[in-house]
């Protein structure tokens, strides 16, 4: 190997991994969002009968967010299955953690829930964590 070999892994290493994470970041937070507008939407469910549960799982099934969430959190799936495969998770998880943010202000502006200065403190503690993750390589390890 030449000595920009191992450097121009280590980019493409980082490349990949960022992208992934970022996908993770958009898809799990807006996948949660989806679901809750979608049983917003549906209301409240009774199960307490055969035929509720059966009424309740054709309104949940039948629920275009439900579906939109689902097919979201999918996506979220395929993306943090594949950082995993070549990323520690000791780096992905915190990494990842910034969809916390992104689920706080979706929450806030998308959702209209009040967001509490001390929740905000939090989401910036977690950001603050991030950012020091995200400063250290993705693989400490090597490739087995």
């Known amino acids: 190997m030449t000595e920009t070999q191992p450097t121009h892994h280590h980019q493409t290493l980082?490349?990949?991994?960022?992208?992934?994470?970022?996908?993770?970041?958009?898809?799990?937070?807006?996948g949660n969002v989806l679901l809750k507008k979608g049983m917003t939407d549906v209301g409240a469910l009774a199960f307490s009968t055969p035929a509720d549960a059966a009424h309740s799982a054709v309104k949940i099934f039948t629920s275009p967010y439900?579906?939109?969430?689902?097919?979201s959190?999918?996506?979220?799936f395929v993306a943090y299955t594949l950082v995993l495969s070549w990323a520690d998770y000791s780096f992905v998880q915190p990494a990842a953690a910034v969809a916390y943010a992104?689920?706080?202000l979706l929450g806030h502006f998308v959702m209209h829930e009040p967001v509490t200065p001390m929740r905000w403190a939090g989401v910036f503690v977690i950001c603050l964590g991030v950012f020091v993750v995200g400063r250290t390589p993705p693989r400490t390890t090597e490739h087995t």
Do not use: E
Request: charged letters at 5%; hydrophobic letters at 70%.
């Open 66 to 71: 439900i579906w939109l969430g689902i097919g």
């Open 14 to 30: 980082r490349f990949k991994t960022v992208v992934m994470i970022l996908l993770v970041v958009i898809f799990s937070p807006i």
């Open 102 to 104: 992104v689920t706080a």
């Open 73 to 76: 959190l999918i996506g979220f």
